[in-house]
């Protein structure tokens, strides 16, 4: 079977490549291990497709941490402001919410999907489901399968989420040819903590008005206290401190100074509990329970009463699995690759998404950049294309 182009992978990063190949007039076949695509991407909008998030250049970039400079070109050619007009071009109105994170008004992400697949489909994509590369070929529900293509993107995705179809698999395919790669490492995941059973009633108990402290990175942000511990946005944040072996502190007063709430505890009858103390101060529910689960005794004294609620420490038992996490970090590193993303020992052969070795936290750049790296790779991929049919 024979191509202008084979794309791997039905992901975000997969669909933008096939995208890009097509407006080039390539032919594209796109191969698929599951029976629908991008899995992952529908899961991911059952809560509010969260596409990318509004705010100033330099400042979104900064999200990717040492990555960024790698990806700077791709995420200035297709950068939030870029995601939300491409939304738009598929019939997706947009907001911004008060964190300024953007969704689609209708907050799932099927309609944008059936909107670019059709679109995708009516411009000639051949989708090939329950495509599974082998590195030779594909097993098809027909038998095994060869394809020759002009030029190859690999958008595989990570290691995290297998039964939706990112599950490294790829890894030692790439690592036989002789590619380098990162090892995988969970990312924007929960954390193990070993309750008591007094917790278990709190379980699913949001913790609101919480600051997360982990080494010097600090998060306003929300967690939740589930059975195997601690999970949410806020600890989403600070996950990579974390798993890199700082301490999780909550300050439990974000928006009291430590004077301040020496002040207010000081002024507590002698005579009250703890408990009614920490009541009176407004601690409830799953903020107190976590207090009493992790900090009992408390100190007698309002200033080392203080200091406790402003870092309380939580004892985490390190991350959950890899395949609990959102997302990976590891796989293939920059060194690997051109600057068109295409893999040096491959020529022709090109790697986007999740694939490569970046990480950034949940609230749009996870999307942003696997939907960028894909327009990047089709791009050089539609040029190496045309570089070798004149």
Wanted: charged fraction near 20%; proline fraction near 7%.
């Amino acid at each position: 079977m024979k191509a202008d182009a084979l794309v791997i992978g039905a992901g975000p990063a997969g669909l933008m490549a096939a995208d890009r190949l097509l407006a080039a007039g390539c032919s594209v076949l796109l191969a698929e291990a599951k029976p629908s695509p991008a899995r992952k991407l529908l899961m991911a909008g059952k809560s509010g497709l969260n596409i990318t998030k509004d705010e100033g250049f330099e400042a979104f970039l900064a999200a990717y941490a040492e990555a960024a400079d790698w990806l700077r070109p791709t995420l200035a050619a297709f950068g939030p402001a870029e995601v939300q007009d491409w939304m738009r071009g598929h019939g997706q109105a947009v907001f911004t919410g008060s964190s300024g994170r953007v969704f689609p008004k209708a907050m799932k992400a099927s309609p944008l999907l059936r909107a670019w697949l059709g679109d995708l489909s009516a411009r000639g994509l051949d989708p090939r489901p329950r495509w599974r590369w082998t590195g030779a070929g594909f097993d098809t529900p027909e038998g095994p399968v060869s394809v020759t293509a002009k030029a190859t993107v690999l958008a595989l995705g990570g290691a995290s989420w297998a039964r939706l179809g990112s599950d490294g698999g790829w890894a030692p395919v790439l690592a036989a040819r002789g590619v380098a790669l990162a090892p995988f490492q969970p990312a924007n995941m929960g954390f193990r903590v070993a309750w008591s059973a007094h917790m278990a009633r709190h379980f699913g108990q949001p913790l609101k008005n919480i600051a997360l402290i982990a080494g010097a990175q600090r998060v306003r942000g929300e967690a939740v206290i589930s059975a195997k511990g601690l999970e949410g946005g806020g600890i989403y944040a600070v996950s990579r401190a974390l798993r890199e072996g700082a301490a999780l502190r909550i300050d439990l007063f974000p928006d009291l100074d430590a004077a301040a709430l020496v002040e207010r505890l000081a002024k507590r009858p002698k005579s009250e509990t703890a408990a009614n103390t920490l009541r009176k101060l407004g601690l409830t529910d799953a903020r107190l329970a976590l207090v009493q689960e992790c900090a009992r005794p408390l100190p007698s004294g309002p200033e080392e009463r203080a200091a406790l609620l402003k870092a309380l420490p939580v004892p985490l038992q390190g991350p959950r699995p890899m395949d609990e996490a959102i997302s990976t970090a590891g796989g293939i590193p920059r060194a690997e690759l051109t600057d068109d993303l295409m893999l040096k020992r491959l020529p022709g052969w090109f790697a986007a998404g999740e694939m490569l070795d970046w990480e950034a936290p949940t609230g749009g750049y996870l999307l942003t950049a696997c939907l960028a790296t894909g327009r990047w790779a089709g791009d050089a991929a539609a040029r190496f294309i045309q570089s070798r049919s004149g």
